[in-house]
Every structure is written in C-alpha cells, then in structure tokens.
C-alpha cells in the first residue's frame, strides 16, 4: 500500500545564479525546506500571498550578511531569500520542481 502524508515538509536543492557588483555570474545551491501546498488551500489563501509565503518553511546552506555584516539567520535569512529577485524566482522554480519532476509522464 501506499500512504502518503499530506501535511508533509521536505528540503529540496535550489540551485542560483546572481551577479555581483561587477557583474560576474555567481551561481550556488542551497537547501529550501517546503511544505506541500494542497490545492484546497492554496484556493483559499487571500489574492496577496504570494508562493513562498505559503510554502517556504526554512533554507539553510545559505549565508546573507545583514546591515551589520554578521550573517543573517532564522526569518530574517528566510525574508531575504523571499525578497532577493534572483534567490525567489530560484526557490519558486525548485518547488514547481520539486512536485512535478517525478511525476511527469516519460515520453
């Protein structure tokens, strides 16, 4: 038989490139630890939440400095990652991934 847990958390790679201040291609991985979104409450959630918000519990293998230099941790290290164009577009794509590669049909 088999079960399945609905309400499960899991951490997926998340692969990125960002560009630094010289505009050089940085490209690294980190962990991004979703939960699994079922359709009845993502039909549910108000018009403003955006993906991440409602999947992305955590991320670690990850290291943003804040405004005094030391890095970031906990929400605040999560609200980065969200707010970053290129880590959320990344994170965004890992998840879609993360649900669907598996289960697409070979053809």
Not at 64 to 92: F, M, R, W
Request: avoid cysteine; glycine fraction near 6%.
């Amino acid at each position: 038989m088999f079960k399945v847990n609905t309400s499960r958390n899991y951490p997926y790679p998340v692969t990125a490139t960002v560009f630094d201040e010289q505009g050089k291609e940085q490209t690294g991985r980190f962990k991004a630890h979703f939960k699994v979104l079922p359709h009845n409450e993502a039909k549910s959630m108000p018009e403003d939440t955006s993906l991440l918000d409602a999947v992305l519990k955590g991320v670690s293998e990850i290291e943003i400095p804040g405004e005094d230099g030391q890095p970031l941790s906990g929400d605040e290290l999560l609200d980065a990652v969200k707010n970053d164009p290129a880590l959320s577009a990344a994170t965004v794509g890992a998840y879609h991934e993360s649900i669907a590669k598996k289960n697409r049909p070979r053809t």
